[in-house]
């Protein structure tokens, strides 16, 4: 049975239902690149502009030699100094085979202005170039890059949340799942429509007629994610068996993204595993309802539960931050200090 879109979300959503939902499937995960680069341009036209927000972009060497860009959003008061706080790190979305922290670049203003909290964003590794675990340890390596240079950023290193919205909460979730292996964890975990599952491929009837994001898409997209790597909690974070000692976790999805089922079985594994879960189901809404159809009422339903999870992680209770790099200690002299690339404040030197 089909259920049916929320009435304030239906007219925002009528170019999905025909153009989206009802388009041939992408052949390849490059021509689906292109199908989801364009769209999310067009999903982000209705997102607030947030001036006062000032953006710097880091270049962050990781384990593999790989230079990775991250950016940070903060407001402009923040920037100029003032007293330390607590950071987010994000994971765009674009089902780990596209997006950019270019084509987010409103959203991630418009959380730093709305929550005053400072965003650094992640430009993760893509699949098919990368695959298996490449994505959440890139993530990872900026979290150790954000530790080790807490005072120059301006930031908390035991208050850093992870956050992510689809592929982005996926790579997250992952990132999350390697940090406790490793023996951390952020404050918490917050997951926007997060897309967990690599064996959700089959076609819901209830769902498809609504589908922004297709099983087809799913599948596409997560074969190029997997590629001859084996299909590990680190790449489908709905593959892990131990929960224990997560970070608290916050999780919202629409009920008409085929995501649904994977994170309502995600969010029991985690309060299995004793971890503190607030979840979210939001009725009638399909995947990619908060910023393409920002300018109805619906988006009263989602807003303010999703700034409270970010600004709460100020008050959280404070983490360990140890975080000792396996090859930090093979890197020469040169390696080790990376010039801060500078959009529009002040530079200066950075470890790693």
Request: hydrophobic share 40%; charged share 20%.
């Amino acid at each position: 049975m089909f259920l049916g879109i929320d009435p304030t979300l239906a007219r925002a959503f009528a170019t999905i239902e025909d153009g989206w939902g009802g388009r041939d499937a992408a052949s390849g995960p490059l021509e689906l690149r292109a199908a989801i680069d364009a769209a999310l341009i067009d999903d982000f036209q209705s997102v607030p502009r947030s001036p006062g927000v000032v953006k710097s972009t880091f270049r962050v060497l990781t384990d593999d030699g790989h230079l990775l860009d991250v950016h940070r959003y903060a407001r402009s008061s923040i920037s100029e100094g003032a007293d330390i706080d607590a950071a987010v790190l994000y994971a765009h979305g674009g089902g780990m085979i596209a997006g950019s922290t270019a084509l987010y670049d409103p959203v991630l203003r418009f959380y730093a202005l709305a929550t005053g909290v400072p965003f650094f964003s992640v430009d993760y590794r893509l699949a098919p170039e990368a695959t298996g675990d490449r994505p959440a340890r890139d993530f990872l390596d900026a979290y150790g890059w954000m530790i080790r240079n807490a005072i120059q950023l301006g930031i908390d290193s035991s208050r850093i949340g992870f956050m992510g919205d689809s592929g982005g909460g996926g790579v997250a979730a992952s990132a999350a799942i390697l940090a406790r292996d490793r023996g951390f964890r952020p404050t918490s975990t917050i997951l926007i429509c997060p897309m967990l599952d690599a064996r959700n491929t089959t076609p819901d009837p209830g769902l498809e007629p609504a589908a922004s994001w297709t099983s087809a898409d799913n599948a596409v997209a997560w074969r190029a994610r997997i590629g001859e790597e084996d299909l590990t909690p680190l790449v489908s974070p709905a593959d892990n068996i131990d929960f224990g000692g997560l970070a608290p976790t916050y999780i919202e999805v629409g009920s008409l993204d085929i995501f649904r089922d994977e994170c309502l079985r995600y969010a029991h594994s985690l309060v299995q595993g004793g971890v503190d879960v607030e979840f979210h189901l939001l009725p009638g809404a399909p995947h990619g309802y908060d910023w393409f159809a920002f300018e109805s009422d619906y988006t009263e339903r989602w807003l303010p539960g999703r700034i409270r999870a970010i600004q709460s992680i100020r008050q959280s209770p404070a983490v360990p931050d140890v975080l000792v790099s396996t090859t930090e200690s093979t890197l020469t002299s040169d390696q080790r200090t990376m010039t801060r690339s500078v959009d529009d404040s002040i530079e200066f030197e950075l470890r790693r």
